[in-house]
T-cell receptor, first 112, second 114 residues
Framework: QQQVKQSPQSLIVQKGGISIINCAYE??????FPWYQQFPGKGPALLIA?????SEKKEGRFTISFNKSAKQFSLHIMDSQPGDSATYFC???????????FGQGTTLQVKP | KAGVTQTPRYLIKTRGQQVTLSCSPI?????VSWYQQTPGQGLQFLFE???????NKGNFPGRFSGRQFSNSRSEMNVSTLELGDSALYLC?????????????FGPGTRLLVL
């Protein structure tokens, strides 16, 4: 019940295309859903986060879509750039712990 | 403002040894969490400290322990190392222990157990 399932494991997108990464969760107590971006040799960095009381949040080229009834959320990267090539992790946490449960990660490659 | 720092960055140990990793959070941050990252298991939560108290613990054996000092710096210790402990150990700090507080990750300590 603590799992967060992420797909796809890897993704190749052409420059200018849309990258879409999906996550699903089981624990309905989760109430905070961040996305992290990790470059090789670096720690993960927060990209964007959403709470379940909104269905969509946009920050620049990055958008989170959230479907509470389906217990799914996704990251859309519009106009993908080679600099977006990294590993992306979705995560979830509950308000009484602050501990992040991470998905398995998606390695994104944006081809020029 | 300086980011989260972790020392050492790389470490090689042999089975049966013990190791201590250090994490200095961002100035003013009081919450420190530790995560283990491996290719097979991904990012897994180890434990969280807030104001020198362990507030949450993940599903790791008792060989994994940690502590936090009054200046919020944290250490984690792994005793009787096993080959499977080879991983990137990440520390993250946040201002307060709130679900929406951004956790800022350090670059990690890469541990290799031979």
């Amino acid at each position: 019940q603590q799992q967060v399932k992420q797909s796809p494991q890897s993704l190749i997108v052409q420059k200018g295309g849309i990258s879409i990464i999906n996550c699903a969760y089981e624990n309905t107590a989760f109430d905070y859903f961040p996305w992290y971006q990790q470059f090789p040799g670096k720690g993960p960095a927060l990209l964007i986060a959403i709470r379940p009381d909104v269905s969509e949040k946009k920050e620049g080229r990055f958008t989170i879509s959230f479907n509470k009834s389906a217990k799914q959320f996704s990251l859309h990267i519009m106009d993908s750039q080679p600099g977006d090539s990294a590993t992306y992790f979705c995560a979830a946490s509950t308000s009484n712990t602050g501990k992040l449960i991470f998905g398995q990660g998606t390695t994104l490659q944006v081809k020029p | 403002k300086a980011g989260v720092t972790q020392t050492p960055r790389y470490l090689i140990k042999t089975r049966g040894q013990q190791v201590t990793l250090s994490c200095s959070p961002i100035s003013g941050h009081r919450s420190v969490s530790w995560y283990q990252q491996t290719p097979g298991q991904g990012l897994q939560f180890l434990f969280e400290y807030f104001s020198e108290t362990q507030r949450n613990k993940g599903n790791f054996p008792g060989r994994f322990s940690g502590r936090q000092f009054s200046n919020s710096r944290s250490e984690m210790n792994v005793s009787t190392l096993e080959l499977g402990d080879s991983a990137l150990y990440l520390c993250a700090s946040s201002l307060e222990r709130s679900r929406e507080e951004t956790q800022y990750f350090g670059p990690g300590t890469r541990l290799l157990v031979l």
